[in-house]
């Protein structure tokens, strides 16, 4: 089992507590003004988690799909649905091979979904190739990714010699060479037991993201900086930004 199935394994009630995920209104207010506020368009959100963009983005009158790996992120997120008397196709299954092809007029792949958590960059890949599989001709993908450029820029500030401290992850330690940070993460779970896992995630450099992207045959792919809760196509990305948001038309 990898470090993201044994964090969210039992993590739902935990994760909707968090603060990186408390901006949904704002960002599907960026993510209707991208879509011209054209509720006829199907969207795809690939690793929605608890569901909060996809309930959000159905209560405002899209019809949205919801996909996920993890069971009990979904769970939550059907009682979640439920709860608000939505009716939202949330189906659990990997990324790399979503059953769909040309379905989806938009795809969103918000706070890391299921990229960049993957253990090689051939997985990640294989990710984004399948959500372009699922979306038709013209289409729009919406993600946000780690910054590689802030790993790069403040890598003695973030790791020192000694591997550092990063956030609420422990020991972070940066490989300049694969682009890639391991830390320990130490969480409480929904049953109230402390655990962790070891965690291991791919940051990307802006000239990576657009590369792969137009490999897959996106016409156009604009990149901007995060600010949660508050995308704006006005935020230039900049190596202070932890992640950074992308917008791919086909």
Known sequence: MQWYEKLFANYAAGYDREPFTQGTQGECDFIERELNYDKSLRI??????TGRHTIELTKRGYSVTGIDLSAAQLRRAREKAEQEQLQIPFVR?????LPFEQEFDAAIMLCEGAFPLMETDEMNFQILASVTRALKERAKFIFTTLNGLRPLVHY?????QNGGQESNANDAVFDLVAMRESSTLVFVDDDGIQRQVEVNERYYLPTEITGLLKSL???K?????????AFSREEQLTPDHFEMLVVAEK
Do not use: M, Q
């Open 217 to 219: 045959g996106y016409r």
């Open 221 to 229: 792919v604009d990149i901007f900086g995060v600010t949660l809760g």
């Open 156 to 160: 003695h500030t973030l790791y020192g």
């Open 93 to 97: 299954c990997d990324a790399r091979s």
């Open 44 to 49: 795809i959100d690939v690793g929605c988690g």
